[in-house]
T-cell receptor
Framework: DVKVTQSSRYLVKRTGEKVFLECVQDMDHENMFWYRQDPGLGLRLIYFSYDVKMKEKGDIPEGYSVSREKKERFSLILESASTNQTSMYLC??????????????FGPGTRLTVT | QKEVEQDPGPLSVPEGAIVSLNCTYSNSAFQYFMWYRQYSRKGPELLMYTYSSGNKEDGRFTAQVDKSSKYISLFIRDSQPSDSATYLCAMSWLGNEKLTFGTGTRLTIIP
């Protein structure tokens, strides 16, 4: 079974803090994704990585950065947290279309509250 | 107009009923269609995966794709309280690593 784990289930941070969200997958997947999920807005892609040290902006990258130093690990960084970044953050991975797969596998999510 | 439209619900039906969940889309390049189920406070999990047009059945679940109408459906037969969740449709086209998601439909099965 594919396993995607996220470092925290719940996180509370103050405005202006630097926040790190970690994601690890154990199935040697090429692609990794960070989404945020908000009521009425669905899943919105923040960043996508298709290889180590490679990244691509998603639909809402402003205020976020990412790091992928190892294939299994993908980090989301909030440089200076703001209250409008309070959300559910979901990490996902996929084998990639080169391996004939379009399916993404999700982690359990991190509920981040910025006060 | 969003690329993928999904009625957000909420939808409440009695146990044992047939449930129909739907998405419409505007991009005719979409060829790969998925349904995800998301329980409260959990990440989405893949439920059904279909390629191009046609039906696919898995137990009580049937996924249907009508590319001519740009319309996909998920049917749940003999619905159970454990089916209560948010259902998200997702789709992609050949060679595209990213998925386009609907906003999700919240379903409650009443015992």
């Amino acid at each position: 079974d594919v396993k995607v784990t996220q470092s925290s289930r719940y996180l509370v941070k103050r405005t202006g803090e630097k926040v790190f969200l970690e994601c690890v997958q154990d199935m040697d997947h090429e692609n990794m994704f960070w989404y945020r999920q908000d009521p009425g807005l669905g899943l919105r892609l923040i960043y996508f990585s298709y290889d180590v040290k490679m990244k691509e902006k998603g639909d809402i990258p402003e205020g976020y950065s990412v790091s992928r130093e190892k294939k299994e690990r993908f980090s989301l960084i909030l440089e200076s947290a703001s209250t409008n970044q309070t959300s559910m953050y979901l990490c996902a991975s996929s084998p990639g279309t080169v391996r004939g797969s379009y399916e993404q596998y999700f982690g359990p999510g991190t509920r981040l509250t910025v006060t | 107009q969003k690329e993928v439209e999904q009625d957000p619900g909420p939808l409440s039906v009695p146990e044992g009923a047939i449930v129909s969940l739907n998405c419409t889309y505007s991009n005719s390049a979409f060829q790969y269609f998925m349904w995800y189920r998301q329980y409260s406070r959990k990440g989405p999990e893949l439920l059904m995966y279909t390629y191009s047009s046609g039906n696919k059945e898995d137990g009580r679940f049937t996924a249907q794709v009508d590319k001519s109408s740009k319309y996909i459906s998920l049917f749940i037969r003999d619905s159970q309280p454990s089916d209560s969740a948010t259902y998200l449709c997702a789709m992609s086209w050949l060679g595209n690593e990213k998925l386009t998601f609907g906003t999700g439909t919240r379903l409650t099965i009443i015992p």
